[in-house]
């Protein structure tokens, strides 16, 4: 299939830099249990790549001209989580203890 490229304004929230990106290295993604929309860019300033929600209305635009992915989302992303977030040594500590279990 035949996709028209189009320049599209993006922003990286790592680096805070804008940049015009070819529709086609960009990926829209589709969230196939709550029809949520994501697109990805890898940013050309910092190289990290970037991803951010989509709004309905900018889903029909990009969706023509973008490579689209449908995705079943695993069941513990829909799991409710209460706490701090897991830090360094959180994985640290779980990797000692698993070690030690070995
Ligand atoms: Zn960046």
């Known amino acids: 299939m ?3 490229v189009t320049p599209v304004a993006v922003s990286c929230h790592f680096c805070n830099e804008s940049q015009i990106t070819p ?5 829209v993604m589709v969230n196939k249990t709550d ?3 994501t697109y990805a860019f890898t940013c050309i300033y910092c190289d990290e790549v ?3 929600p989509l709004h309905d209305h900018c889903y029909q635009i990009l969706r ?3 490579p689209t ?8 992303m829909l799991e409710e989580h209460s706490g701090p977030p897991i830090s360094h ?3 640290l500590e779980f990797h000692r203890q698993v ?3 070995a």
């Not at 529709?23 to 990926?27: I, K, L, P, R, V």
């Open 64 to 66: 023509p001209i973008t």
């Open 69 to 76: 992915y449908y995705l079943d989302v695993p069941a513990e």
């Open 99 to 101: 070690w030690s279990l």
């Open 50 to 52: 970037v991803c951010k």
């Open 23 to 27: 529709s086609e290295t960009m990926s």
């Open 35 to 37: 029809y949520t929309f």
């Open 2 to 4: 035949n996709r028209t």
């Open 89 to 91: 040594d959180d994985v």
